[in-house]
């Protein structure tokens, strides 16, 4: 029996499977605008938590309180985002819609300075251990130092005849 006959019915499986999941794709909720219940729900909870693992890693104190206070409503206003209607987006030309994300950019810029300038005032008024806290808790897995790769070994020359 060649060997192109054993693979025909584990190809075979494989495809009347996948035909069976298609209305499941279907069904699920995709695209950029929509599925923001569940998700939006999630990330919210997910940060909230994150906030109050920092906040009493910190240890702040009465007057750093404050300074707190401010810190979450500033990054709660880079949060805020304008929900597009997609039947009007729809109906907006190519150039006006990148007219619109444009306009969206330089807002969310905006917010981005005032934020910084609340965060800027905030990790100023913490101590050195707190300094240290706050920038561990704010290192995310992708921009930690990574190990220097080794240096691959040197090929060896084939010698010519």
């Not at 584990?10 to 794709?25: D, G």
């Not at 950029?32 to 569940?38: E, I, K």
Request: with cysteine; net charge positive.
């Amino acid at each position: 029996m060649s060997h192109s006959r054993l693979l025909i019915p584990p190809i075979f499986l494989a495809l009347s499977l996948s035909l069976f999941t298609l209305p499941a794709i279907a069904d699920s909720i995709c695209g950029p605008l929509q599925g923001h219940g569940y998700a939006s729900d999630y990330g919210a909870q997910r940060l909230a938590q994150r906030q109050q693992r920092l906040h009493a890693a910190l240890k702040l104190d009465s007057p750093q309180e404050s300074a707190w206070k401010e810190l979450l409503e500033s990054e709660q206003g880079m949060r805020r985002h304008s929900t597009r209607n997609l039947d009007a987006w729809t109906r907006l030309s190519t150039p006006e819609r990148a007219e619109r994300m444009q306009e969206s950019l330089q807002s969310r810029l905006q917010a981005m300075r005032e934020h910084l300038v609340v965060l800027k005032a905030f990790y100023g008024g913490l101590s050195v251990e707190q300094k240290k806290i706050f920038d561990d808790f704010h290192v995310t897995p992708g921009h930690r130092p990574r190990a220097k790769p080794m240096p691959l070994a040197p090929r060896a020359e084939a010698s010519a005849p």
